[in-house]
C-alpha cells in the first residue's frame, strides 16, 4: 500500500510540476514556432552557427529517404556542399508544448540539391524540440514524402 501511494504521489507532482498556465504555454509555442523558423532559415542560408544552437547535440534526424543524421552528420552535408537546402516553406504549422517538450508538425515544399542531384520534394514532418537552459533546441526530426 505504501508504494502504491508513493507512486501515485510522485505521478501527482510530475503533472502538477508540468502543467502550463496558457499564456505561459501559448508564449512558449511561439518560440518554438520562431526557432523552427529559424533553423529553416539557417539550413537554406548555410548559417552553420545558428544550427549549432538551435540543433542537440543528440539530434536524430531522419530524412524522407530514410537515411539517419546525427547533428555533426547533419552540419557537414551542408558544409561540404553534398546537401544544399535552396528553400523551404513551411505550411500547416501546429505546435503542441507538454512542459519543455514540444512537438511539432507540418507540411511543406523542400527544394534540395543533393550530391549534385535537384529535388523537389513535398512532405510532412514531425519534429521535437526540448527546452535546455532557457532555450529550446530541435533533437528529433523524421519527414515523409507526400506521394
Known sequence: MRKLLA?????LLVAALTQMHPAAQDSAAEAVKAADTARFTAQTTN?????????GDDLVYTHSSAAVDGKASFIDSMRSGTVKYESIEPREVQVRVYGTT???????????????????????????W???DGRWQMVSWQSTRVP
Open 47 to 55: 548559417d552553420f552557427g545558428a544550427l549549432g544552437r538551435l540543433l
Open 130 to 132: 526540448v527546452l535546455r
Open 102 to 128: 514540444a512537438v511539432v508538425t507540418g507540411a511543406g515544399r523542400f527544394r534540395v540539391t543533393a550530391r549534385g542531384q535537384a529535388l523537389d520534394n513535398q512532405l510532412r514532418y514531425t519534429d521535437v
Open 7 to 11: 507512486a501515485t504521489g510522485v505521478a
